[in-house]
């Protein structure tokens, strides 16, 4: 390759590591290889069904803390149990609210000429790349509280990899389609 012809390739930004939040462009996707972050509504979905699931443990975990509170052999430490259920609880619903914060600023991805790629994790961290020529199909999902929330989610099925689907959250429905049909598009060519 003669030297002006490497001067004009184009430069691509470095890869970020693992633990860094690259910038992002926002919500509004366009498939140029920069990254974009989830819908806001996706943090309140999240929150609404992890308060559910706080409030449901919650439920499960006071049947044993009634009998443990009217057990016999207690006595004076009667009032540690329903401490214990409280402060469990109380745990469970703070971890909700919290928790989708953190993971919503460490959720990403992007789609350039070659892969898609999703950034996501809050204490384990990972970064996966499917390579456009791996994508089998995909599907575009809408759960019953995606619904509520104008949402859905974008399923990728792979070829061959040992993770065969990976799942894309917090889309709206024209976004996910357009992803679905950037992804789709250039290996509509590659029949075997």
Known sequence: MAEDEVAHQPVRDPE????????????????????????PSWLQLSRLTGVIGALLLGTILLVPSVFAFFASGLGRYRGLVVLAWCVVTI???????????????????????????????????????????????????????????????????????????VRLDGLRQETAFRIRDELLQSGADDAV
């Open 91 to 165: 745990l469970l619903l703070v971890r909700a609210w919290v928790w989708p914060r953190l993971a919503y600023r460490r959720y990403l991805y992007r789609v350039d000429d070659s892969r898609i790629q999703i950034r996501r994790g809050v204490l384990w961290r990972e970064v996966l790349d499917i390579p456009r020529n791996r994508i089998q199909h995909t599907d575009v999902t809408q759960g019953l509280l995606e619904r509520s929330f104008e949402l859905c989610h974008l399923v990728v099925h792979t070829a061959g990899t040992t993770t065969a689907t």
């Open 16 to 39: 970020p590591g693992i633990g860094l939040i690259p910038p992002d462009a926002g919500c509004e996707f366009c498939p140029d290889g920069r990254f974009y972050r989830l819908e």
